[in-house]
C-alpha cells in the first residue's frame, strides 16, 4: 500500500528514545513504572461445535476486484472454507474451481456484531507459511459502509504474506485526502507454530506486540496526522486471502488446501494506570 512519506520519521519512537535516556539517567535516585491491569469484555474461544453467528459474519465474493488487492480467491462462508475443530477456528484456503475463481478461502468479521473503541485485542494463530498465501488478522472503522477506506480506518495486527517470516503491524487512514500507512514489521521465529498477536490501543498510542513483546507504536493523541479514525469503534476480521498484489501468485510448490489456526480472539478493556516501586 502507498505510504505517505511524510510521516516516515516518528514522533513515537523519538519520545521512547529520549525518554529512554532520562530514565537511565535517574535510575539511580528513583525508580517507577506504569502497571496496565486489564479485563475481558468480550472472547471467542472456538470450543463450539459450530462457528457462533452471534460473533461472526463472512464477507463473501471478490468484491468485484479482489478486495482492491487484486486477490485470486473466492470467499465463501462454506464449512470447507471455515470451521471448528478441536477447539478452534480453521480458515482453510482451497484451490478448486468456483465462480470463475481458481481458489477458494473464508474472511470472517464481527461487523455490526461486536465492535470496540480502544482495549487490548489479541489472538493465537498458527499460521501456512507458502507462497501466495496472505493471512490475517486486523481491524476496521465500523462506519466504513458510511465513509468508505480509507476514511474509517485500518489497524493490521498481523500480517505475513508468503514464506516470509516477517510479521507486519501497520495502521492505515486519510491524511490531507490521501491514504496514510504507518507500521513496523518483527521477525517471527517459526510462525507455523502458534504465537499471540497483540495490539494495546487507546487515546494515545496503538503498541503492537507479538507474544507479549512490543516491537512498534503510533501516535494517535489530539488526532496528530489526521488519525481521527482511530478515537471511534471498530471491528475485527480474520482471513486467509490467496495471491494478491503484495504475495504474488501461488506457484507449483504452493500445495493446497492449507490452513490457518486460530485458537482463540480475546478483548480486554484497562481498568486502571497503577504506579509501583516508586521511592
Known amino acids: 500500500m502507498k505510504v505517505n512519506c511524510a510521516l516516515a520519521e516518528n514522533p513515537t519512537m523519538k519520545k521512547v528514545v529520549f525518554g529512554f535516556s532520562f530514565l537511565l539517567f535517574l535510575l539511580p ?4 513504572c506504569n502497571a496496565q491491569t486489564w479485563t ?20 463473501t465474493g471478490t468484491d468485484g476486484d479482489g478486495w482492491g488487492n487484486q486477490e485470486l480467491e473466492y470467499y465463501t462462508g462454506r464449512p470447507e ?38 482495549g487490548k485485542i489479541e489472538a493465537r494463530i498458527k499460521l ?5 498465501l496472505w493471512p490475517a488478522f486486523w481491524m476496521l ?7 468508505g477506506f480509507p476514511q474509517c480506518g485500518e489497524i493490521d495486527i498481523m500480517e505475513y504474506v508468503n514464506e516470509d517470516r516477517t510479521n507486519h503491524g501497520t495502521m492505515h487512514w ?15 521465529d517459526n510462525p507455523n507454530d502458534f504465537h499471540i498477536y497483540t495490539v494495546e490501543w ?7 506486540f507479538v507474544d507479549d513483546k512490543q516491537y512498534w507504536e503510533g501516535l494517535v493523541k489530539n488526532n496528530i496526522n489526521q488519525t481521527f479514525a482511530f478515537h471511534r469503534p471498530f471491528y475485527i476480521l480474520l482471513n486467509m486471502a490467496v495471491g494478491g498484489e ?14 490457518m489456526y486460530v485458537d482463540y480472539v480475546r478483548v480486554y478493556k484497562m481498568d486502571s494506570l497503577v504506579k509501583e516501586g516508586t521511592r
Open 202 to 208: 487507546d487515546s494515545n498510542s496503538i503498541k503492537w
Open 81 to 118: 472454507n471455515a470451521r471448528i475443530l478441536n477447539g478452534n477456528l480453521l480458515i482453510v484456503a482451497k484451490k478448486e474451481r468456483f465462480n470463475k475463481c481458481k481458489y477458494t478461502s473464508a474472511r470472517l468479521k464481527t461487523q455490526d456484531l461486536k465492535t470496540f473503541t480502544y
Open 128 to 132: 501456512p507459511m507458502k507462497q501466495g
Open 174 to 188: 486519510q491524511s490531507n485526502h490521501e491514504l496514510a500507512s504507518y507500521g513496523g514489521t518483527t521477525i517471527v
Open 40 to 59: 475481558m469484555v468480550w472472547h471467542d474461544e472456538f470450543n463450539d461445535s459450530a462457528i457462533n453467528r452471534q460473533n461472526w459474519t463472512f464477507d
Open 141 to 147: 472503522g465500523n462506519n466504513i459502509d458510511d465513509i
Open 29 to 32: 535516585f528513583f525508580t517507577h
Open 246 to 259: 503484495w504475495p504474488g501468485k501461488p506457484k507449483h510448490r504452493t500445495h493446497l488446501p492449507d490452513t
